[in-house]
């Protein structure tokens, strides 16, 4: 059954692409396999570079204000959903603050109540990309959500993080785990415990807490689903002609005309996503 805020999400996408605000992405598609059996998606861009792709300085704030014709709900007097304005995947949401708050600040109990809210109505798998170095393509405060059905995958490395969060993978075994943390989730999601998940990860990885430090004191990305939160700490945007954001660690990675593809089927995803959190070229 389709909740009544993604039955809303659909038809905003109908009108906002009719109206020419909604620029969904051309793409191709391919596989690679990583390691343990995992399943990259590879997406090649075949549209022009979006804006926000492109290297480039400071740009006007999309979110103050918002493109009206983008908006699917208000949640309460500080969050609004909207639409990912150039969506790979349909009804790819945005939760984004009415008010400024920094990408780059930590996030807070508000946004985790937001956060919450929305996933009692719609579920499916969050991210969070803290600054640029992590991906982000926008300073204004953003989390996002590719919704799912019930049954369906959430993505394509979902095994890995399952793993992970039951402990059945050290970092012995699995280098990239020197920079992530992954914590079961085995209750309701409330703003509550989402918060502590949230700072007992970013403890864990060094990059200190609200009380001491204005600002995480590393980039990292944040993935979220209702059976695991996972954190990784980041060392630099990309590599290759690769930027990465939280979804190539979900398995999602996307290239464009100056990436070298050849390199990652020669090298493989994880060596991508190593480079990525370990700084190195």
Known sequence: ????????????????????????????????????GSRFELRHLLSATP?????????????????QRLEVDRIGESHVVILNKYPVQTTHMLLITQDWQP??????????????????????????????????????????????????????????FQRCAEGTTTSDQDPLLHSAQVAPIRSTLTAEMLHQLYLALAADL????????????????????????????????????????????????????????QWIQHAGPEALLQAVVSGQS
């Not at 600002?215 to 979220?224: D, G, T, V």
Request: with cysteine.
């Open 51 to 67: 804006k926000h792709l492109r290297a480039s300085g400071p740009k006007p704030n999309p979110f103050l204000p918002w493109d």
């Open 206 to 261: 060094g990059l200190g807490h609200p009380t001491t430090d204005d600002c995480p004191r590393a980039a990292y990305n944040l993935l979220l689903s209702r059976q695991w939160m996972a954190m990784v700490r980041r060392g630099r945007e990309g590599i290759r002609g690769f930027s990465v954001n939280a979804l190539g660690f979900a398995g999602s990675l996307l290239s464009t005309e100056v990436s070298d593809r």
């Open 103 to 160: 990408q780059t600040g930590w996030l807070s109990m508000e946004d985790w109540r937001s956060l919450a809210r929305v996933d009692a109505m719609t579920t499916g798998l969050w991210f969070f990309n803290s600054g640029p170095d992590a991906g982000a393509s926008q300073p204004h405060r953003h989390l996002q959500l590719l919704p799912r059905s019930a049954g369906e995958r959430i993505c394509a490395r979902e095994d890995w």
């Open 1 to 36: 059954m389709t909740s009544e805020l993604l039955q809303k999400a659909i038809e905003v996408t109908v009108a906002a692409t009719s109206s020419g605000a909604l620029v969904p992405l051309d793409t191709s598609l391919t596989h690679l396999m990583g390691d343990g």
